[in-house]
C-alpha cells in the first residue's frame, strides 16, 4: 500500500487541482451508518417509505420521525481522520474542491469550508409548501424536534427535510460546480459505492479530462475497474497515511539521542508492544492489559490529531536501541485540561538517563517555534513525582492542584508570552 501511495502523493502537487468526492463511507468511523451493506440503512428501511416526496406527502410524521432519530444519532458523532484530513487538504491546496453526498455536516464540523453539497444537508429545513414568507432553505439545529413533522415559522405548514430525495431535482449550482470540479489533475472518489447518478458520474468526466482518478474504499465498487488507482482501505487510516506520505508536514521529529516518529494507525503494533510491556503496563495504566483496539483508538485521533494540528503523539526511539520505541511523548487535544497538553511515557528502563526531558524539550520546542502555539499544559498524578521533576525541569510552572478522576492531580503549565 505504501508504493500506491506514494504514487498518489507524487501526482499531489502544491499547484495541482485536487477534487474529492465523498459518500457515506467517509463517515462510517464517526459511527454513522451507510446506506448499502450488511449494516446498511437501506437493509431495515425502504427508500419508497422514507425518502421520496411521495412518501413525504402520504406520512409526514413517519419520514420526519426518521429523519429526527438520525439528526439525534449524526449530533453524537465527531468527525474522524478522514474529515480531518480532508478539512486540513481545503486550506493547504489553493486549488481544492470537496464535493459530498453526505448530508452529515460532518466535513464541515471537522473544518473544511466551502463543501459542494450534492445531496443536501439534513440540517436543514424547508418549507414543504415553499411558502412565500420562508427562504428556500435554512439550517436548525432543534434535536429532538419538540413536535413531527416541525411547522414553518412563516405560514404554519409542515416543514421539510433540507436533504434531496430520490425523484428530485439536484440544486443545479451545486451541480455545475462540482462538473466544473471535475476539470482537474486528480480526482479522488472516497467511501461511496458509486451507483447514485450523477455523484457516480463526475469519475467519467474526470477521466475524460485527463485527471488521475483514485478510489479509497475498503470494498469494490462499479469504479474500482475504471480508475487508475484503487487503494483498497478504510479512508480514515488510507487519508492519514496518504498525508503523512505528502511530506509537507513536520513529523519526525530527531534530537542528540532520540528520533521522534509520529504514531499513525501503521505503528499500532509497536504502540501495543509499548502499552502492554509489563514495565510500562504498571507505572502507566494501572496494571491493566491494554486492548489493542485501545492503541488503534489512540492511533486514530493522534492520526486525527496530526492532521488537524501538526501533533498528536510520538513514538520516541534511541539512535542507540533498537527495533522497539523507548517511549511515547506528546501533545494531544483530548487531555484533562483545555488543550494541548503534554504527555509522556517511557519504559523505566530508560528511567534516569534524561530521556523524557529530550523528547519533552524537542516537543514543546516544534509547539512554540514551528506551530507558534501560545500555551502547553500538563497534568500528573500527586503519587508521580518523576513527571512533576520532568515537568518542572523542562521549565513548565506548577499552576494548582485539584482531584481529577479521583486522584489528587498536580496542573503544570507553560505560556510563551511570560
Ligand atoms: P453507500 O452506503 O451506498 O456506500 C458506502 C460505501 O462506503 C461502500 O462502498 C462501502 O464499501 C464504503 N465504506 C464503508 N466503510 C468505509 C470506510 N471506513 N472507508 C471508506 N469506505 C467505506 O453510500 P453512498 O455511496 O454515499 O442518497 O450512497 C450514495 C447515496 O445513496 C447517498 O447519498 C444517499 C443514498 O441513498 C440520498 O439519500 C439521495
Given at each position: 500500500m505504501r508504493s500506491i501511495l506514494h504514487r498518489v502523493a507524487r501526482a499531489l502537487?502544491?499547484?495541482?487541482?485536487?477534487?474529492?468526492?465523498?459518500?457515506?463511507?467517509?463517515?462510517?468511523?464517526?459511527?454513522?451508518?451507510?446506506?448499502?451493506?450488511?449494516?446498511?440503512?437501506w437493509k431495515d428501511f425502504r427508500v419508497d417509505d422514507l425518502a421520496t416526496p411521495q412518501a413525504f406527502t402520504r406520512n409526514p410524521r413517519a419520514v420526519w420521525e426518521w429523519y429526527d432519530w438520525r439528526r439525534q444519532a449524526i449530533a453524537g458523532c465527531q468527525p474522524n481522520a478522514a474529515h480531518h484530513v480532508l478539512a486540513s487538504w481545503s486550506l493547504r491546496f489553493p486549488r481544492f474542491t470537496l464535493i459530498?453526498?453526505?448530508?452529515?455536516?460532518?466535513?464541515?464540523r471537522a473544518g473544511a469550508s466551502d463543501v459542494l453539497r450534492l445531496h443536501g444537508s439534513i440540517w436543514d429545513v424547508g418549507c414543504w409548501n415553499q411558502c412565500a414568507?420562508?427562504?428556500?432553505?435554512?439550517?436548525?439545529?432543534?434535536v429532538p424536534f419538540p413536535v413531527l413533522p416541525p411547522s414553518c415559522p412563516h405560514c404554519g405548514g409542515p416543514l421539510r427535510p433540507g436533504v434531496v430525495w430520490f425523484g428530485e431535482l439536484?440544486?443545479?449550482?451545486?451541480?455545475?460546480?462540482?462538473?466544473?470540479?471535475t476539470r482537474c489533475d486528480v480526482f479522488f472518489t472516497v467511501g461511496t459505492s458509486?451507483?447514485?447518478?450523477?455523484?457516480?458520474?463526475?469519475?467519467?468526466?474526470?477521466?475524460?479530462?485527463?485527471?488521475?482518478?483514485?478510489?479509497?474504499?475498503?470494498?469494490?465498487?462499479?469504479?474500482?475497474?475504471?480508475?487508475?488507482?484503487?487503494?483498497?482501505?478504510?479512508?480514515e487510516l488510507a487519508l492519514p497515511e496518504l498525508d503523512a506520505t505528502l511530506g509537507a508536514h513536520p513529523l519526525a521529529l530527531t534530537t542528540e539521542r532520540l528520533r521522534l516518529e509520529p504514531l499513525l494507525p501503521r505503528h499500532v503494533e509497536a504502540a501495543h508492544q509499548l502499552w502492554t510491556h509489563p514495565e510500562v503496563r504498571r507505572y502507566?495504566?494501572?496494571?491493566?492489559?491494554?486492548?489493542?483496539?485501545t492503541a488503534e483508538e489512540v492511533a486514530r485521533a493522534s492520526a486525527a490529531d496530526f492532521a488537524r494540528h501538526r501533533f498528536g503523539l510520538w513514538l520516541v526511539y534511541g539512535h542507540e536501541e533498537s527495533?522497539?520505541?523507548?517511549?511515547?511523548?506528546?501533545?494531544?487535544?483530548?487531555?484533562?485540561?483545555?488543550?494541548?497538553?503534554?504527555?509522556?511515557?517511557?519504559?523505566?528502563?530508560?528511567?534516569?538517563?534524561?530521556?523524557a526531558q529530550e523528547a519533552s524539550r524537542a516537543v514543546l520546542a516544534h509547539a512554540f517555534t514551528t506551530l507558534r502555539l501560545p500555551r502547553v499544559t500538563a497534568a500528573t498524578?500527586?503519587?508521580?513525582?518523576?513527571?512533576?521533576?520532568?515537568?518542572?525541569?523542562?521549565?513548565?510552572?506548577?499552576?494548582?492542584?485539584?482531584?481529577?478522576?479521583?486522584?489528587?492531580?498536580?496542573?503544570?503549565s507553560i505560556d510563551l508570552r511570560r
Open positions: 502537487g502544491s499547484d495541482a487541482r485536487i477534487t474529492v468526492m465523498t459518500g457515506a463511507g467517509v463517515s462510517a468511523a464517526s459511527g454513522v451508518p451507510t446506506f448499502r451493506g450488511a449494516d446498511g440503512l459530498t453526498q453526505n448530508v452529515d455536516g460532518l466535513h464541515e414568507g420562508s427562504p428556500h432553505r435554512w439550517r436548525d439545529d432543534s439536484l440544486d443545479s449550482e451545486v451541480v455545475d460546480r462540482s462538473l466544473d470540479a458509486a451507483i447514485v447518478y450523477p455523484a457516480a458520474g463526475f469519475l467519467d468526466h474526470a477521466r475524460s479530462h485527463g485527471a488521475m482518478t483514485v478510489e479509497i474504499n475498503p470494498e469494490a465498487t462499479p469504479a474500482s475497474s475504471t480508475v487508475d488507482v484503487v487503494v483498497p482501505e478504510r479512508a502507566l495504566w494501572d496494571d491493566r492489559i491494554i486492548p489493542r483496539e527495533g522497539m520505541p523507548v517511549g511515547f511523548c506528546g501533545l494531544r487535544t483530548d487531555g484533562v485540561g483545555p488543550g494541548p497538553e503534554l504527555l509522556f511515557g517511557l519504559y523505566p528502563t530508560y528511567w534516569g538517563r534524561g530521556f498524578d500527586a503519587p508521580n513525582e518523576r513527571s512533576a521533576r520532568t515537568l518542572s525541569a523542562i521549565g513548565m510552572r506548577f499552576d494548582r492542584r485539584a482531584e481529577h478522576n479521583g486522584l489528587d492531580t498536580l496542573f503544570y
